[in-house]
């Protein structure tokens, strides 16, 4: 090439041939992407992991494709003149009508390609951002989480939103992630289930509370929980309680109740021992004053510089805001209260759970045994087809075989019943070293009072003072509702 580079390149006989000057338009168009795609990268307001790959990858393999044209046309021409052959060089002689009609269909040929490579980054650019893209373009590792956020009150949240976001470090980080993730499913090495916690998730400051102000009070909440016994009436069993959510912040409501961690005056610091942060055998909380406190489960002996101190946000209790997966006896309860499956059917709670737990290994699979299994069940059942489809429904919903992902794969750390949740930290064990102060609030009443409690009439009996929970047939008040709760009962 002539050293004076570029610019004197097509002064140079033998890159003046039609392929060498498409390798130039192919060239500029993409070195004008990557100058979009660039600026658009620096300054956007919140960052996407798969821009990396279009500015970073995608437009240099085209800025290379076209100098490889420039230099092909060149080769082409010198081995046409080393064979004796006329190259097919040109020279354009604006004074020749057929020299203008060429000219003038190659510069508009060549705007049309730039214009286009310009609206083609820029919608690939948006469409990367989509929840489309996020959740469907790789449809089989992403599905579980697509179909259960289609279901959540975040359903109009992009992905995103949560998952990339402003904030330089956490943007680099997911951008990496975004070709790691491509590579896997590219090559089919993504885990089943997808692991979480998710490691390079934002912390919730920068995520939940874009939308939701760790301020405001929230109060008591008025929450029914309606079940069905997996016994031969289906036997309706239902709680309704006040949940005390309040707040955190003095100037909006007094700062108390389940909100009272939000570290808005005081700081909640934890240790977990496992990968699913399950076992938090340490806490210590910073009041605003500055006293701390900390507290341990006596049985923790281990020490504690070998652990990484977290710090308490949203995210430690609601951990599926968007992909809760419901546990089979939770999602026939609603399908009971809803009346899509009849709760007058003698066995109808234990027999669709059993046909829903069963190991299927694919959805197709699945959604055929479910109905042979119930079908075989209920002969004589006239409605029949209804009860099989809202059962494959629910499984369609809750259950990905192809990813091995149901609720059991992944903790839900709001409640206790089916998970520790709470009693992660309120179990009553967790005290300070000289045994003075377990953490409060770990009594039946400290998050909620029962309002009401059971089937028909006594729903109607309200307690403002909350009863003791009566469970099945006696009072229970321990901790351990997870070692036998695993949201799949059947008789
Ligand atoms: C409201 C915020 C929010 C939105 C919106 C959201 N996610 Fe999530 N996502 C989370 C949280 C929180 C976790 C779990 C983090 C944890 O447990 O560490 C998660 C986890 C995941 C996981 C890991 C596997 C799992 O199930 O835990 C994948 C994959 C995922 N999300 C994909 C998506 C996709 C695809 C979308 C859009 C269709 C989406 N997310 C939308 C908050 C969100
Ligand atoms: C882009 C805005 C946005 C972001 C980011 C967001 N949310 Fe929400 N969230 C909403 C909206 C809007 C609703 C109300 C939906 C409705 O009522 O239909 C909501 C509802 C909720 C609810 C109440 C409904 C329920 O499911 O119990 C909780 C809890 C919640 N969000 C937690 C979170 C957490 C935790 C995060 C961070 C992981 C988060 N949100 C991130 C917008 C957002
Ligand atoms: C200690 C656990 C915990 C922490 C930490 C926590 N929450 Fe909650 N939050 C709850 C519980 C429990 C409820 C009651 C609703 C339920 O059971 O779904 C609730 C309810 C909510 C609601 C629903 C209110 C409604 O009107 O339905 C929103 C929104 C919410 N939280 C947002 C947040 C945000 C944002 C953060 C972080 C700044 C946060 N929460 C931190 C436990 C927590
Ligand atoms: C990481 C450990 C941890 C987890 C998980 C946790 N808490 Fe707490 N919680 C604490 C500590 C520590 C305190 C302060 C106790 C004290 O002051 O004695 C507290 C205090 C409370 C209080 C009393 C607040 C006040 O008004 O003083 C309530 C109510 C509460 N928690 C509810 C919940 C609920 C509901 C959940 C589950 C959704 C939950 N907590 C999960 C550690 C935790
Ligand atoms: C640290 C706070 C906390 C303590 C202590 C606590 N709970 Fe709860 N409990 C909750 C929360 C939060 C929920 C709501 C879970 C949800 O929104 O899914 C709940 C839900 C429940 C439910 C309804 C569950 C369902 O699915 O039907 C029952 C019943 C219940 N609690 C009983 C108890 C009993 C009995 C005790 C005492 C041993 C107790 N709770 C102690 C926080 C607590
Ligand atoms: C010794 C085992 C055991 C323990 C511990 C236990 N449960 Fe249960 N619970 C059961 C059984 C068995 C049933 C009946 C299930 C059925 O027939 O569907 C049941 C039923 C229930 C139901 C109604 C039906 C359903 O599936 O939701 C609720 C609500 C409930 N328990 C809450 C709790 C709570 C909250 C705790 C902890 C405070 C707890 N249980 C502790 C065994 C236990």
Known sequence: MNPKGLFNLFRTQQYRNWISLSGLVVATASFFAFLFLFVIDIIAHHGNPYMGILAYIVSPFFLGLGFVLIYLGGWLHRRQLRKGQAATTFQIDLSRARDRKTLVAFVAGALTFLLVTAFGSYNTYHYTESVNFCGQTCHTPMNPEYTAYLNSSHARVACAECHVGPGATWYVKSKINGVHQLYCTATDTFQRPIKTPVKNLRPAQETCEQCHWPQKFIGNLDRTFSHFLAD??????TVRLLLKVGGADPAHGPAGGIHWHMNVANKVEYITTDDQHQIIPWVRTTSKEGVVT??????????????????????????????????????????????????????????????????????????????????????????????????????????????????????????????????????????????????????????????????????????????????????????????????????
């Not at 031969?232 to 069993?237: A, I, L, R, S, V």
Request: hydrophobic share 30%.
């Open 232 to 237: 031969e009436t289906n036997t309706p069993f």
């Open 294 to 491: 900390e507290y341990k489960d006596p049985k923790f002996k281990d020490d504690l510089a070998k652990h990484t101190i977290r710090r308490m946000d949203c995210m430690d209790c609601h951990n599926r805001p968007a992909h809760d997966y419901r546990s089979p006896n939770d999602a026939v309860d609603l399908a009971m209260t809803l009346g899509n499956i009849d709760s007058k059917l003698p066995w109808a709670k234990s027999n669709v759970v059993a046909s829903l737990i069963a190991p299927y290994s694919t959805e197709d699979e699945a959604v055929g045994k479910i109905s042979t299994t119930l079908r075989k069940v209920y002969p004589k059942y006239e409605k029949i087809d209804s009860l099989v489809a809202a059962a494959q429904d629910i499984y369609k919903h809750n259950f990905f075989p192809e990813m091995k992902v149901a609720w059991s794969a992944y903790p839900n750390n709001i409640g206790h019943k089916n998970w520790a949740g709470c009693f992660r930290c309120h179990d009553g064990q967790h005290q300070t070293a000289d045994g003075k102060k377990k953490i409060e609030a770990s009594n039946c009443n400290a998050c909620h009072v029962i309002v009401a409690q059971g089937n028909g009439e006594q729903l109607e009996k309200l307690n403002p003072k909350g009863y003791n929970f009566f469970h099945l047939d006696g009072e229970m008040n321990d901790f351990s509702c997870n070692g036998c709760h695993t949201g799949a009962f059947t008789k």
